[in-house]
């Protein structure tokens, strides 16, 4: 008897470690530079078909799902331009693009799923993730510092740093008093460009944004931004207003027209 349930249990350990699935991503963080070609890498062991996941991550969000494979085309094609190709023979299902983006910036997962369960909700494993980090490329740097003042009277000062490069360390301030935001990028669709920016506040009204960052600035980091400058910019055009009102003029000269004809056109009907 003992002898049965000696051979039953190694039975069932044979078959669990037969069922057993991993997922594996050997990179756990990738830096490129915009409009490079990526690749992140996945390798998954199971002995049973399966369904394979890319999924993507950004900061304070939950997953979405770039793309899967099921069966057929080895290639994938998903969202946002990524593909992959599932290689059954190296146990792979890497993940490309031809061209990234600085809003590729994410953490990736590449996950299995067991589809002998026969279940439409299976249950995934996912690999560790690996983080994606898309450097932006920017034109002609030209790092300024911003003191950004409040029309109305405050306790906080706050300091913009724009426009530098990439590579840029600007993750610490210097003085530990001030607070940094993440680095972000800002993108100027209307001027087909874009560029980098932090901001650093502090509730210290003797705030100097010349050296709250460690980096050396050029000669306009002494001009103040000051919120009342910028109502300058949204002075009307007259030669716009003149335009639109002539547009307007023709629109309702047209319209009179248009309802005398149908106005003596009614009347002639009726005699």
């Not at 991503?25 to 830096?31: L, M, Y």
């Not at 399966?50 to 099921?70: D, E, H, M, R, V």
């Not at 002075?235 to 003149?242: C, H, K, R």
């Amino acid at each position: 008897m003992t002898l049965v349930f000696t051979l039953m249990l190694e039975v069932l350990l044979f078959l669990r470690g037969a069922g057993a699935q991993s997922v594996t991503q050997p990179d756990g963080h990738i830096t490129v530079s915009e409009g490079a070609r990526l690749e992140l890498r996945c390798n998954y062991s199971t002995s049973f078909s399966s369904y394979l996941f890319w999924y993507i991550q950004y900061p304070n969000q939950g997953l979405q799902l770039l793309l899967k494979y099921t069966s057929g085309n080895s290639l994938v094609s998903g969202i946002k331009g990524f593909e992959a190709e599932f290689r059954s023979s190296e146990k792979s299902f890497h993940l490309r693009k031809t061209s990234a983006h600085w809003k590729d910036s994410a953490k990736y997962f590449c996950a299995l799923s067991d589809t002998t369960s026969g279940s439409s909700s299976y249950k995934l494993t996912f690999g560790k993730g690996t983080l994606l980090i898309v450097n932006p490329n920017i034109q002609n740097p030209d790092p300024a510092v911003y003191l950004l003042r409040s029309p109305k009277s405050s306790n906080t000062s706050v300091c913009l740093y724009t426009d530098f490069e990439s590579q840029a360390n600007v993750s610490q301030v210097t003085r530990p008093v001030v607070f940094s935001s993440d680095s972000t990028v800002l993108d100027m669709g209307a001027l087909g460009s874009k560029s980098n920016g932090v901001v650093a506040w502090s509730s210290r009204t003797d705030l100097g944004c010349g050296d709250t960052f460690n980096q050396t600035f050029y000669s306009s980091s002494g001009i103040p931004c000051d919120a009342k400058i910028a109502e300058k910019s949204f002075e009307t055009d007259m030669n716009l207003n003149f335009q639109n009102l002539s547009v307007i003029g023709f629109r309702v000269l047209l319209l009179k027209v248009v309802g005398y004809n149908l106005l003596m056109t009614l009347r002639l009907w009726s005699s």
